[in-house]
């Protein structure tokens, strides 16, 4: 019974750093889908412009 008194507290313990870990990992997916959608915007905006330059007549 002690050595299982013993180990609960670590059990919590990781069960908290798991969440941890889990948090950690969606904020970095976030990002990475963030900087993946600004790259296309940009690309999107890019082509746009230019597209729009060449259908104007001088």
């Given at each position: 019974?002690?050595?299982?008194?013993?180990?609960l507290p670590l059990v919590a313990?990781?069960?908290?750093?798991?969440?941890?870990?889990?948090?950690?990992?969606?904020?970095?997916?976030?990002?990475?889908?963030?900087?993946?959608?600004?790259?296309?915007?940009?690309?999107?905006?890019?082509a746009r412009r230019k597209a729009?330059?060449?259908?104007?007549p001088y």
């Amino acid at each position: 019974m002690s050595a299982l008194a013993l180990l609960l507290p670590l059990v919590a313990d990781a069960a908290t750093e798991g969440k941890k870990v889990i948090t950690a990992m969606l904020i970095v997916g976030l990002i990475f889908i963030g900087v993946i959608a600004v790259g296309e915007m940009t690309h999107w905006l890019r082509a746009r412009r230019k597209a729009r330059r060449r259908a104007t007549p001088y």
